[in-house]
């Protein structure tokens, strides 16, 4: 997984570790929507956007 690579093509190399939660989350037995939930109540405003672009981008290197 070229987590740093992601994270930098949907906008910011911080949002790498939204990348490795969101390959991680593919594998387990929630749905995407409870995650995107999860984040929606914990990550402020100004950043949740490309924090929920690299969650989905994580999930979908891993094939979710």
């Known amino acids: 997984l070229q ?4 994270a930098i093509d949907v906008g910011n190399s ?3 570790n ?3 939660a969101g390959a ?3 594998f387990t037995p929630f749905d995407e929507e409870v995650w995107q939930q999860a ?4 990550i402020p ?3 949740l956007e490309v924090n929920l672009k690299a969650f989905a ?5 891993v094939g979710e």
């Open 3 to 6: 987590a740093m690579a992601i």
């Open 14 to 16: 911080r949002a790498m």
């Open 18 to 20: 939204m990348v490795i």
């Open 24 to 26: 991680i989350s593919a």
């Open 39 to 42: 984040m929606r109540g914990r």
């Open 45 to 47: 405003e100004r950043m």
């Open 57 to 61: 981008a994580g999930r979908a290197a």
